[in-house]
């Protein structure tokens, strides 16, 4: 079973929509949470990580959820500069040292 | 500095050539990755160093091989590689041994063995 799993998409918005990821994670040690977007032949970058309180960065909203275990990531009033995979990232408590714990990614269009 | 510097950003190599890549960073970090994309995939972890040791080598063939020059340098030497090695090659490195505040990655090798 896989430590993280998201939907691949893809997701195709308009410009100016709003869109959200979900992402479930398997291990109940999971410790850390993050949000990278990795745009196309590029490395990942992170995006946001994510707390149990919930924490927003301008347009991106990112929600943990423990007792479910699973994350979200909305995007308010997409861009067309938002089109990238946005890949779900947690670390796991006692696992080998800070290795972080891919999804597969989710692939986002926004077209004008 | 707060960048993951990776040279070259392209290479390709024949399956008998020996090469190496390099990664290069100045912000203090004591743990530094190896990771391997394929296409439409998310990274695969290589090899970690802490503190200039190797930590974790993920069952990594021997054709592939790393180093630890100094706290700012990781290489990745490589040697008779096969086509299916063919990837864009990651370094990354983080602030935290548990990986708390997540990585800075460089911008990547991009693999080509022909």
């Known amino acids: 079973r896989k430590e993280v799993e998201q939907d691949p998409g893809p997701f195709n918005v308009p410009e100016g929509a709003t869109v959200a990821f979900n992402c479930t994670y398997s291990?109940?040690?999971?410790?850390?949470f993050f949000w990278y977007r990795q745009d196309c032949r590029k490395e990942p970058k992170l995006l946001m990580s994510?707390?149990?309180s919930g924490n927003e960065d301008g347009r991106f909203t990112a929600q943990l959820n423990r007792a479910s275990q699973y994350i979200s990531l909305l995007i308010r009033d997409s861009k067309l500069s938002d089109s990238a995979t946005y890949l779900c990232?947690?670390?796991?408590?006692?696992?080998?040292?800070?290795?972080?714990?891919f999804g597969r990614g989710t692939q986002l269009t926004v077209w004008p | 500095d707060t960048e993951v510097t990776q040279t070259p950003k392209h290479l390709v190599m024949g399956m008998t050539n020996k090469k190496s890549l390099k990664c290069e960073q100045h912000?203090?970090?004591?743990?530094m990755y190896w990771y391997k994309q394929k296409a439409k995939k998310p990274p695969e972890l290589m090899f970690v160093?802490?503190?200039?040791?190797?930590?974790i080598n993920e069952s990594v063939p021997s054709r592939f091989s790393p180093e630890c020059p100094n706290s700012s340098l990781l290489n990745l030497h490589l040697h008779a590689l096969q086509p299916e090695d063919s990837a864009l090659y990651l370094c990354?490195?983080?602030?935290?041994?548990?990986?708390?505040?997540?990585?800075?990655f460089g911008s990547g090798t991009r693999l080509t063995v022909v």
């Open positions: 990354a490195s983080s602030q935290s041994l548990q990986g708390s505040y997540g990585y800075t």
């Open positions: 291990n109940s040690a999971s410790q850390s």
């Open positions: 994510v707390y149990s």
């Open positions: 990232v947690v670390t796991i408590r006692g696992s080998t040292l800070g290795r972080l714990y």
């Open positions: 912000m203090g970090h004591r743990a």
């Open positions: 160093y802490s503190y200039e040791k190797l930590s």
